[in-house]
């Protein structure tokens, strides 16, 4: 594991929640910042096509291949400014270097997630 001193620095001028949901950043276990979602995200654009039929006791399970198209909504590169965003967003789009996906969850003791410690990247 690299030194922390040794680790490039990237200075955010601003960060930005573009899931749903809120994001909670904790520094081991006490919370350092609080994001709030964005109810108007990202989104993939999903190709549904039905495969097949599941036949269970009466009732028939349609069953469907989905094939993951653009990414719709997403800002424009902004030098400084890191977006939250869904791991399968942020795979989706490797050349962007701007987003943060959140990695190392904090849970409660029934397992509900409350925020993360850290973010990856898919590309930097």
Do not use: W
Not at 87 to 110: F, G, K, S, Y
């Amino acid at each position: 594991m690299l030194e922390a001193s040794s680790l490039p620095v990237l200075v955010a001028s601003k960060l930005v929640n573009l899931t749903p949901h809120q994001v909670v950043l904790y520094d081991g276990d006490t919370p350092v910042l609080s994001l709030k979602g964005e109810p108007a995200s990202p989104r993939l654009q999903e190709d549904m096509d039905q495969v097949c039929v599941i036949k269970f006791d009466d009732i028939d399970i349609p069953v469907h291949k989905i094939t993951l198209g653009a990414v719709n909504y997403l800002p424009k590169f902004v030098p400084g400014v890191y977006l939250i965003v869904s791991r399968m967003l942020a795979e989706r789009v490797p050349e962007r270097t701007d987003l943060l996906v959140p990695v190392d969850m904090v849970r409660a003791p029934d397992g509900r997630i409350l925020g993360c410690r850290g973010f990856t990247v898919v590309n930097l």
